[in-house]
């Protein structure tokens, strides 16, 4: 029995959707950071905390939809698919990118909580590593966002 294997138009549409969703909620991640940020020497403990768990919260969000949701829908693309130049780029920087989640995880989870004394101290460095990954993040993401929309401008 023969099966050809075609991409679904609409899961196929769907991706540039995705791909929109993400760079929302990093743009909103980003600017919660840049907020956050401005806050230092982060005296204003109420304002700080809660604007702390708003960006934490959003970074989860900005987190979750690369691997759950937009490098997925590349896995699921058929292998004649126009999006495979992008599925073989994600996977091969699955690894590089996954490492700055865990960098992000280890921030969002060193943060849960009330806020110490101590905490508060390291807030600032701990942003400025934070940044750091975040940036490899976005250069990351940014060539596998791109591959996708060439691939969406070929289809």
């Known amino acids: 029995m023969h099966t050809e294997t075609r991409a679904d138009p609409a ?19 980003l600017l919660l950071y840049q907020k956050l940020a401005a806050l230092k020497p982060f005296t204003q403990i109420e304002t ?5 768990r708003r960006f934490r919260q959003a970074l989860i969000d900005y987190l979750a939809l690369g ?6 829908a590349l896995e699921e693309q ?16 699955y690894a590089r990118i996954a490492s700055t989640t865990q960098a992000a ?28 990954q975040l940036a490899r993040r ?5 060539r596998i966002l791109s591959a996708i929309r060439r691939a969406g401008d070929a289809a």
């Open 48 to 52: 700080v905390t809660h604007l702390l």
């Open 67 to 72: 691997p759950f949701e937009v490098y997925q």
């Open 105 to 132: 995880l280890n921030f969002h989870d060193g943060y849960d909580g009330e806020l110490s004394a101590p905490a508060l101290a390291g807030l600032g460095a701990a942003l400025s590593q934070l940044g750091e």
């Open 11 to 29: 899961h196929s549409k769907a991706l540039p959707d995705l791909v929109d969703k993400l760079l929302d909620a990093r743009q909103q991640s």
């Open 138 to 142: 976005i250069e990351l993401e940014d």
């Open 78 to 93: 058929p292998a004649d698919s126009p999006y495979g130049p992008a599925r073989a780029l994600a996977r091969q920087l």
